[in-house]
């Protein structure tokens, strides 16, 4: 009964800060509901028929699921999930909250949270779900996380801990994470996807991760697709890519080909859930990207797309996309805060290939100089003075890009993550944290 007036009081913060417009009320309802009780989580979870699925990773963890959410609902379950950004303990606890009825309990079929890399030991160490999928582990806010294998140190301690009522869904591409699932205690619970199909690329791109996880010793890529995601092996222990369950899909509702690992891996937790391929393709069509993951807005009657780079993997997979897209104006913006790590040394780390073909290159950001900088050393001081533009205003910036489009052209930004939520609260007008 103790969770009864701490679920009350979250909610009415809840529905306070959105009146005021002071974001969704997604995290402080969960923190004052674990101050109160401490077992908030375990205690709602464990007298509830939900079933809970996991997805943790550095980059992909809102589109895989946004996609395992609509697959789910396309097909009559009901389902709810935290958003991006109340990925730690007390967001999965606001979130919950914020879904009991009217008796304190869950009804639904599903809950799905995206969990933050550092955050995975605790929210496993409160309830074990019935679905844990690891997507990936690349370098992000050194200054917070450390090096990946520290990262991957702590889940395989907080994995091992875990019961066989979970599921394992891992990507057989990322050594590191393929290594989790071959060194899990019930290894009958891993299943893996790939994106071996379509394996092309001979260059390794912003590399996290060509060690051995077993010894040490150097890897052997056959190919890859980017970063240290690929095709590999282990010739000094043996150690070996696993053998994955699904490696390709019909329907990609998302371009580039980070999505497609997203894509991968939402389906093959739909399937082990029960769900057949035709009716996952199907509920896939209908898909609409989280906010900053390829969204589009109207804005001043032009189209803008973000893309959230935030960390040199995502920015050189976002980079290629827009590319490929043919962009020709392009807006980066860089801050330094809390949930973005201060340490932005990364951007020397990304690969800008073709950057002179941009009609017009436009930076801003708390670090705009920084990033300026970089663009500097890129193109050139000629063409840099030719196409690069500094705003220290992002709303300067972005109506400035506006102002340079064409009729039919697009506004392209590349945006770290506080930079994505201060660029929709422009283009839009709402704040959504």
Known sequence: MKNLPLIALGKTISKTS????????????????????????????????????IVVGTNG??????????????NGKTVFQNISGANLLNGVASTILLNTN??????????????????????LNQFTPDYLVLLNLFRDQLD?????????????????????????????????????????KYKNQ?????????IASSKQQAADSVSCPHCGK????????????????????????????????PYYPLSGEYNKYNVIAAALVLKEIGLVEDQIQTSFESFLPAFGRQ????????????????????????FDTIRELRASTLLI???????????????????????????????????????????KYELGIKNYEKKVSIFKELKEAINYGIGALSEKETLYILPNYSAMLDSRKILTGKKIL
């Open 144 to 184: 917070r996380y450390g090096e990946i294998h520290t990262i991957a140190d702590k889940w395989k301690n907080a994995i091992g801990k875990l019961s066989d009522k979970t599921k394992l869904i891992v990507n057989a591409d990322d050594p590191q994470i393929a290594f989790l699932g071959l060194s899990a």
């Open 218 to 249: 150097k890897l052997i890529f056959e190919s890859y697709t980017f970063s240290h995601l690929g095709k590999w092996l282990c010739k000094s222990c043996g150690l070996k890519q696993p053998v994955p369950v699904l490696s390709s899909f």
């Open 333 to 375: 913006v860089l801050n330094d805060r809390i949930p973005d790590g201060r340490d932005i040394s990364w951007i020397w780390d990304v690969e800008l290939p073709e950057l002179n073909t941009f009609k017009q290159i436009i930076v801003s950001g708390d670090r705009v100089y920084d990033m300026a900088l970089r663009m």
């Open 61 to 74: 963890k809102t589109t895989t699921s946004g996609l395992i959410k609509t697959g789910l609902e396309k």
């Open 295 to 318: 969204e589009i807005i109207e804005f001043q009657g032009k189209k803008v797309q973000l893309f959230l780079s935030k960390n040199p993997t995502s920015f050189n997979q976002s």
């Open 18 to 53: 959105k009146i005021l417009n002071r974001g969704n009320g997604s995290t402080w309802p969960g923190h004052i509901a674990l101050k109160g009780n401490p077992n908030f989580i375990r205690n709602i979870l464990s007298n509830s028929p939900t079933k809970v699925i």
């Open 102 to 123: 009217a008796q304190g309990k869950l009804t639904q079929d599903f809950a799905i949270f995206e969990v933050d890399e550092n955050a995975l030991p605790q929210v």
């Open 190 to 198: 891993s299943a893996y996807f790939s994106l071996q199909a379509k």
